[in-house]
């Protein structure tokens, strides 16, 4: 099993929209890949692979109401994205206004995925004390994670 996307990297967007992926999301995301809004105000950034994979389960949802909206939200945002010679990708204007993206934003390695957000909105996120990641660790055991 290989390693997928993880750390932290502050970057800048430019005024066209562009930033700099860092390199070592570079390597693992290949030449083409999807973003698309994510969850609790961020981007998320998919290699095509690991796209395939979530569009299959999302495909397996039930067609309720909520199962479709569930689908659209995803869909109807995604965007497919190259990296240019410089190493840039364009970050869509509609898709920075969703994420409230400004010019200060930071890429989150997540396994399977990486995480685009706006450095402001991302330090305002809630942060768990030394004691709470203890009992949220705790409760993590329940679904297998171990340290």
């Given at each position: 099993?290989?390693?997928?996307?993880?750390?932290?990297?502050?970057?800048?967007?430019?005024?066209?929209?562009?930033?700099?992926?860092?390199?070592?999301?570079?390597?693992?995301l290949g030449e083409e890949f999807v973003m698309t809004l994510g969850l609790d105000g961020c981007l998320?950034?998919?290699?095509?692979?690991?796209?395939?994979?979530?569009?299959?389960?999302?495909?397996?949802?039930?067609?309720?109401?909520?199962?479709?909206?569930?689908?659209?939200?995803?869909?109807?945002?995604?965007?497919?994205?190259?990296?240019?010679?410089?190493?840039?990708?364009?970050?869509?204007?509609?898709?920075?206004?969703?994420?409230?993206?400004?010019?200060?934003?930071?890429?989150?390695?997540?396994?399977?995925?990486?995480?685009?957000?706006?450095?402001?909105?991302?330090?305002?996120?809630?942060?768990?004390?030394?004691?709470?990641?203890?009992?949220?660790?705790?409760?993590?055991?329940?679904?297998?994670?171990?340290?």
């Amino acid at each position: 099993m290989s390693i997928g996307f993880m750390g932290r990297f502050n970057h800048s967007v430019d005024a066209k929209g562009r930033v700099i992926l860092p390199s070592k999301f570079r390597e693992k995301l290949g030449e083409e890949f999807v973003m698309t809004l994510g969850l609790d105000g961020c981007l998320f950034v998919y290699p095509n692979e690991q796209w395939e994979i979530l569009a299959e389960q999302l495909s397996n949802l039930p067609s309720t109401k909520e199962g479709r909206e569930f689908q659209r939200y995803f869909y109807e945002n995604a965007v497919s994205c190259e990296i240019d010679k410089q190493g840039r990708v364009l970050i869509p204007a509609d898709l920075r206004s969703a994420a409230g993206l400004t010019k200060d934003i930071v890429f989150i390695g997540m396994n399977k995925r990486i995480e685009i957000w706006d450095k402001e909105r991302k330090s305002q996120e809630s942060k768990y004390s030394p004691q709470d990641i203890n009992e949220v660790a705790d409760r993590m055991a329940e679904y297998g994670v171990r340290f």
